[in-house]
């Protein structure tokens, strides 16, 4: 299974924060997926860090290169399909995400009950 993480679970995994549900987890290190970070996800986190919302380690970019994730990158396919999506989520970057989960056939890792609604494949967690 090819998976997306949003943004609170990529945080949650490198928190290991018991909020991540079990589901979550098991399909994140089962080795026979792949999951993938969006670089929408990443701008997101920077953003957050820049307003004073999050804290991040001073070596947060060597964490991630740690990990066994994939980065996605947003293509021009991505931000197209943005207007065949219905206005259930206003999110920019959550929408962004849902996008790239149905474009590329990724089954996306949440527990954003707003991103639930959506016709997509989707572990919650």
């Not at 994730?69 to 962004?96: C, E, I, N, S, T």
Request: glycine share 2%; charged share 25%.
């Amino acid at each position: 299974m090819n998976l997306l993480l949003d943004t609170h679970v990529l945080l949650w995994w490198l928190d290991d924060d018991p909020t991540l549900s079990k589901a979550a987890r098991q399909v994140i290190s089962d080795g026979h997926n792949t999951a993938f970070v969006s670089v929408a996800a990443l701008w997101e986190i920077r953003i957050k860090e820049a307003l004073g919302k999050l804290n991040l380690p001073d070596d947060f970019e060597q964490v991630l290169q740690r990990e066994p994730f994939l980065v996605l990158d947003v293509k021009a396919r991505h931000v197209h399909a943005l207007r065949q999506l219905p206005m259930l989520h206003r999110d920019p970057f959550d929408r962004l995400l849902i996008t790239q989960a149905q474009t590329e056939r990724l089954t996306l890792v949440t527990r954003d009950s707003a991103i639930l609604r959506y016709d997509l494949r989707c572990v919650v967690a």
